[in-house]
């Protein structure tokens, strides 16, 4: 079941947080959807499980909007904060009660427990767990409905060496079986080391999107001109491949040498030229976005960022069958 984000806009005031945004992911991959903070990434994830609406554009899952789904937590899991656990049951009655809420046979919640690793402190209150903990819970929770789509915002956060092994197990599982991950994450290395895709959104716009393979294997030249405009029309003019950096030098897929050819043909003055070398994920990333100057995210009065309001809140009350999110 794929998740379609097309042409999103949305607007707080004055601000436009996400910009006629577009991006698909498909069932069998694991999406890692990144970007500095301010770009956007919370207001559209409120947005694909609606609880924030767009001004203009659709986000679908499945072809329709997660409200619109009969059983929304049994299509759609979904972690925003694993902090919004009601910190006064326990691991176990968190889920039992998810459990009797989606209306999944009896044991599911044990059965869940074993699979987050919790099994041992399923009578524990959640108050007592760990920031790891809780996010191993709220993962179950999400998982709790035998969703076909995982939508998880920074799930490695808290988590032990051991506990990302076992989150990048679960999520390369979970895709392998058909199934379409989600994730967001500032954590760029563990982002590397679980995703086959990315999407990179800056100032609310896809900036890139393709394969981790194709977004950090380098190739051909990195180049700089007096008159950068000029450089971007003739790569354009000459359909090669090409990416503008924040910092104004242009990789192209093109050989130094023919990118020398190039720009003498064009008459375009080339203040730096060389190969082009990709340092990984984090350099795309600090190159496509410049993350440094990047402000928080804009939210509305009252309303949590980036996690969700449990069912029954005034924001957002939920019918018993829709649990977006972790339970309060």
Same mark, same amino acid.
């Given at each position: 079941?794929?998740?379609?984000?097309r042409?999103?806009?949305k607007?707080?005031?004055?601000?436009?947080? *996400?910009?006629?945004?577009?991006?698909?992911c498909?069932?069998?991959?694991?999406t890692g959807?990144?970007?500095?903070n301010?770009?956007?990434?919370?207001?559209?994830?409120r947005?694909?499980t609606?609880?924030?609406?767009?001004d203009?554009?659709e986000?679908?899952?499945?072809g329709?909007?997660f409200?619109?789904?009969? &059983?929304p937590?049994?299509?759609?899991? *979904?972690?925003?904060d694993?902090?919004?656990?009601?910190?006064?049951?326990t691991?176990?009655?968190?889920l039992?009660l998810?459990?009797?809420?989606?209306?999944?046979p009896?044991?599911?919640?044990?059965e869940?427990l074993?699979?987050?690793?919790?099994? @041992?402190?399923?009578?524990k209150?959640?108050g007592?767990?760990?920031?790891?903990?809780?996010?191993?819970?709220? %993962?179950?929770?999400?998982?709790?409905?035998?969703?076909?789509?995982? *939508?998880?915002d920074?799930?490695? &956060?808290?988590?032990?060496?051991?506990g990302?092994r076992?989150?990048?197990?679960?999520?390369? $599982?979970?895709?392998?079986?058909?199934?379409?991950?989600?994730? $967001?994450?500032?954590?760029?290395?563990?982002?590397q080391?679980?995703?086959?895709r990315?999407?990179? %959104? &800056?100032?609310?716009?896809?900036?890139?999107e393709?394969?981790?393979?194709?977004?950090t294997?380098?190739?051909g030249?990195?180049?700089?001109?007096?008159?950068?405009?000029?450089?971007?029309?003739?790569?354009?003019r000459?359909e090669?491949?090409?990416?503008?950096?924040?910092d104004?030098? *242009? @990789?192209?897929?093109?050989?130094?040498?023919?990118?020398?050819?190039l720009?003498?043909r064009e008459?375009?003055?080339?203040t730096?030229?060389?190969?082009?070398?990709?340092?990984?994920?984090?350099?795309?990333?600090? $190159?496509?976005?410049?993350?440094?100057?990047?402000q928080?995210d804009?939210?509305?009065p009252g309303?949590?960022a980036?996690?969700l309001p449990?069912?029954?809140s005034p $924001?957002h009350? /939920?019918? /018993? @069958?829709?649990?977006?999110?972790?339970?309060?």
């Amino acid at each position: 079941m794929a998740i379609e984000v097309r042409g999103v806009t949305k607007r707080y005031g004055t601000r436009t947080v *996400v910009d006629d945004l577009t991006f698909s992911c498909e069932p069998g991959t694991v999406t890692g959807f990144l970007g500095p903070n301010g770009a956007g990434k919370s207001t559209t994830l409120r947005i694909l499980t609606s609880l924030a609406q767009a001004d203009a554009g659709e986000a679908l899952v499945g072809g329709r909007r997660f409200v619109d789904l009969e &059983n929304p937590a049994r299509t759609m899991g *979904v972690m925003l904060d694993a902090t919004a656990l009601g910190r006064g049951r326990t691991g176990l009655e968190t889920l039992r009660l998810a459990e009797r809420t989606l209306r999944m046979p009896a044991g599911r919640a044990e059965e869940i427990l074993e699979r987050v690793g919790l099994a @041992d402190a399923a009578r524990k209150r959640v108050g007592g767990y760990s920031y790891g903990m809780r996010q191993r819970l709220g %993962i179950g929770v999400a998982l709790i409905g035998e969703p076909k789509v995982l *939508v998880l915002d920074e799930p490695a &956060n808290g988590l032990d060496p051991e506990g990302i092994r076992w989150m990048r197990r679960l999520l390369r $599982s979970f895709a392998d079986s058909g199934g379409t991950v989600l994730l $967001s994450s500032h954590q760029l290395r563990e982002v590397q080391a679980t995703v086959d895709r990315l999407v990179v %959104i &800056n100032q609310g716009r896809v900036v890139r999107e393709g394969t981790l393979e194709e977004l950090t294997t380098t190739r051909g030249t990195r180049v700089g001109a007096e008159q950068p405009q000029a450089l971007l029309a003739a790569l354009q003019r000459e359909e090669v491949p090409h990416v503008a950096r924040l910092d104004g030098l *242009v @990789d192209a897929e093109l050989a130094p040498a023919d990118m020398g050819r190039l720009a003498l043909r064009e008459q375009i003055v080339l203040t730096s030229l060389g190969v082009a070398e990709s340092g990984g994920l984090e350099e795309v990333f600090f $190159s496509l976005t410049g993350a440094a100057e990047a402000q928080p995210d804009a939210t509305l009065p009252g309303q949590q960022a980036p996690g969700l309001p449990g069912p029954g809140s005034p $924001s957002h009350p /939920a019918p /018993a @069958d829709r649990i977006p999110a972790t339970i309060a």
